[in-house]
């Protein structure tokens, strides 16, 4: 069964560096998204991704935060300058269908990435 | 905006006992619904979704929900729980249209031998 790749599964950075998450979505799918999940919180969404756009973010998504689909299989989430309460896990999912109403999000293990 | 609630925090059972997980939603409008669990160590996976239609779902490993629109409520079922179903579970909320799943905090089920 296809399954949603990402890449580091863990990611130590000092503050003020930029890191790139990367992620591989199920091959034919069209929709792409990232959430986060900070220790004992809940998963918040950040950014959903449709035909090299953004189609919707949260308030959360400021302009640190960017993604990319750079070619064919990878979309990445880029954060220009980590801070410490960026330390959480970063979860990519994807999805196939443009009809949201029937649509069904697939989610990757998950990069941890610790801000010091 | 929409939020979910997940009442039960904690959840420890024996194995046969039968499980009941409470989520609550608050919208206004029409959503969509799903189950998600965690096993140890490894990554969200779908356990059971709510579009439309039968109010009555059933999903992988014998587990069922049942949305009750008057309540606002999705709450998750399994009549006989195993030990490999120790993991954390979360509910989860999709309005019609949107893209953003909004998750509840999840329950930790630790089932015992």
């Known amino acids: 069964e296809p399954e949603v790749t990402q890449t580091p599964s863990h990611q130590v950075t000092q503050m003020g560096q930029e890191v790139i998450l990367r992620c591989v979505p199920i091959?034919?799918?069209?929709?792409f998204y990232w959430y986060r999940q900070i220790l004992g919180q809940k998963v918040e969404f950040l950014v959903s991704?449709?035909?090299?756009?953004?189609?919707?973010k949260s308030e959360i998504f400021d302009d640190q935060f960017s993604v990319e689909r750079p070619d064919g299989s990878n979309f990445t989430l880029k954060i220009r300058s980590t801070k410490l309460e960026d330390s959480a896990m970063y979860f990519c999912?994807?999805?196939?269908?443009?009809?949201?109403?029937?649509?069904?999000?697939?989610f990757g293990p998950g990069t941890r990435l610790t801000v010091l | 905006a929409q939020s979910v609630s997940q009442h039960n925090h904690h959840v420890i059972l024996s194995e046969a006992a039968s499980l009941e997980l409470g989520c609550n939603y608050s919208?206004?409008?029409?959503?969509?619904l799903f189950w998600y669990v965690q096993y140890p160590g490894q990554h969200l996976q779908l356990l059971l979704k709510?579009?439309?239609?039968?109010?009555l779902v059933k999903g992988i490993k014998g587990f069922e929900a049942e949305f009750i629109k008057s309540k606002f409520s999705f709450n998750l079922r399994k009549p006989s729980v195993q030990w490999s179903d120790t993991a954390e579970y979360f509910c989860?909320?999709?309005?019609?249209?949107?893209?953003?799943?909004?998750f509840g905090s999840g329950t930790r089920l630790q089932v015992q031998p």
């Open positions: 919208y206004g409008g029409t959503v969509n």
């Open positions: 989860a909320v999709l309005p019609t249209g949107r893209r953003a799943l909004t």
């Open positions: 091959s034919n799918h069209l929709y």
């Open positions: 999912a994807s999805s196939a269908a443009v009809d949201a109403s029937t649509d069904t999000q697939y």
């Open positions: 709510y579009f439309s239609g039968d109010p």
């Open positions: 991704f449709y035909n090299n756009e953004i189609s919707e």
